[in-house]
C-alpha cells in the first residue's frame, strides 16, 4: 500500500474510532442530506451548550483558522481599488463567503480534505474561481451566447497546512478573473480570454507600481500540453513588451490545457509566481455543454502587499513582521 494510502487508513481508523458499522454506514451513505445536516447541527448545539468562553478565547489565539490577517485592511481595499480600476470591463461580482458542497472537488482535480466544510452542507471558498464556474454555468445555461467576464476580490480559507514562516496563512485575499463563453472558430475565445487575462494583470502591477509597489523583473510563464502549443504561441504573441518562457505543461488540474504565471521579484529580490490562469472544463462540465470555454486566473493580492510594497525598517518593525508594518493607505495613483 503506497505511503499516502497508509495514512489515509490509519487517519479513517483514528477518526471512526467507537462508531459501529452501522452509524458509520448511516453518516457517510444512507442518512438524506437534510437529516444528516440537522443531526450535525444538533450535535454542535449541544457541544457549544458546554463550552466555556475561556475555551473560545483560547482557540481565537491558537486556531490558525481564526487568526486576523497581519496587514492593514486599509492596504488590501485601496490595492483592490486599483485592482477593479484596471479591469473596468469585467463584471465586479461579491461573492458569499459560503459555496455549495463539493464546489472544488467535484469539478476540479483536488480533494475535499484541503476545503473548510459546515455543516450545513456547504463549504469555505477555498477557491473564488471554482465558484465564478458556477456562477458562469448558471448565466450561460440561460443564454449560451453570452460571453461572461467576471472580476471579485475574495477572502479564501485553505485547510491544508503551510510553511511557518511570515506570509504563509490558512486564509488570504485573491483578486480574480473569469471568462466564458461558447467558443468560437479556430480557438479564437480561449487566446483572446487568456492574453486579455495576462494584460490585465499586467495592467494592474503596473497601476500598483504608480501607488508605491514595485514589481522588478517581469516575466510571464506560459505552459501547454503538446496538443495546446500552437495555441499557447498566439497567446504569447498577444502580449507583446513583456518576456514568455513556454514550457510543458504537467498538471492535470488545469485540463484545458493551458495555464500562465506571471513572475515578479519581491523586495527580497526572489520571484515569485504572483498571478495565475488557465483553462478549465469546469463550466462545460456544469452547464453540460462541452463547447464552452472557461478562462481563469487570480493574483495573490495580500502576497502583494505583504512582499512587493517596500517600507522603511525600523527597530519597531524590524524582525519576521517587517514586510507587514506598513502605511495604513496606499497612495491613490494620479
Not at 75 to 81: H, K
Not at 147 to 169: E, K, M, N, W
Not at 311 to 318: F, L, R
Amino acid at each position: 500500500m503506497p505511503p499516502n494510502e497508509t495514512d489515509r487508513s490509519h487517519r479513517e481508523r483514528w477518526v471512526t474510532r467507537g462508531l459501529d458499522a452501522e452509524a458509520l454506514s448511516a453518516l457517510t451513505e444512507k442518512l438524506p442530506p437534510s437529516q444528516l445536516w440537522s443531526l450535525l447541527l444538533w450535535v454542535m448545539e449541544q457541544r457549544t451548550a458546554r463550552r466555556a468562553a475561556s475555551a473560545v478565547q483560547h482557540q481565537w489565539v491558537t486556531d490558525r483558522f481564526v487568526k486576523p490577517c497581519v496587514i492593514d485592511q486599509r492596504i488590501l481595499l485601496a490595492l483592490d481599488t486599483e485592482l477593479f480600476a484596471t479591469a473596468h470591463d469585467f463584471e465586479g461580482i461579491e461573492l458569499s463567503p459560503l459555496a455549495p458542497l463539493a464546489s472544488c472537488s467535484a469539478v476540479a482535480l483536488t480533494t475535499q480534505n484541503r476545503t473548510v466544510t459546515t455543516v450545513r452542507g456547504t463549504e469555505v471558498v477555498s477557491d473564488p474561481t471554482n465558484v465564478l464556474a458556477l456562477e458562469c454555468a448558471r448565466r450561460l445555461r440561460e443564454d449560451p451566447s453570452r460571453r461572461i467576464r467576471l472580476a471579485t476580490s475574495h477572502r479564501c480559507v485553505r485547510a491544508q497546512p503551510y510553511p511557518d514562516l511570515p506570509g504563509f496563512a490558512a486564509h488570504f485575499r485573491l483578486f480574480c478573473l473569469a471568462t466564458a463563453g461558447h467558443e468560437t472558430a479556430d480557438q479564437a475565445l480561449v487566446v483572446d480570454s487568456m492574453s486579455h487575462h495576462i494584460r490585465t494583470h499586467l495592467a494592474g502591477l503596473d497601476r500598483l507600481e504608480r501607488c508605491g509597489y514595485r514589481f522588478p523583473d517581469r516575466f510571464v510563464t506560459l505552459r501547454s500540453t503538446p496538443e495546446r502549443e500552437q495555441i499557447a504561441r498566439r497567446i504569447a504573441a498577444a502580449v507583446p513588451g513583456v518576456r514568455v518562457v513556454h514550457e510543458p505543461l504537467t498538471q492535470t488540474y488545469y485540463n484545458g490545457g493551458l495555464r500562465f504565471l506571471i513572475n515578479a521579484g519581491s523586495i527580497h529580490g526572489d520571484g515569485i509566481p504572483l498571478i495565475d490562469g488557465g483553462s478549465f472544463d469546469w463550466v462545460g462540465t456544469l452547464a453540460a455543454n462541452r463547447k464552452l470555454v472557461f478562462v481563469a486566473s487570480c493574483i495573490g493580492s495580500q502576497i502583494a502587499a505583504f512582499a512587493f510594497r517596500p517600507v522603511p525598517v525600523t527597530p519597531a518593525n524590524a524582525g519576521v513582521h517587517t514586510l507587514v508594518q506598513m502605511d495604513s493607505r496606499v497612495r491613490g495613483s494620479d
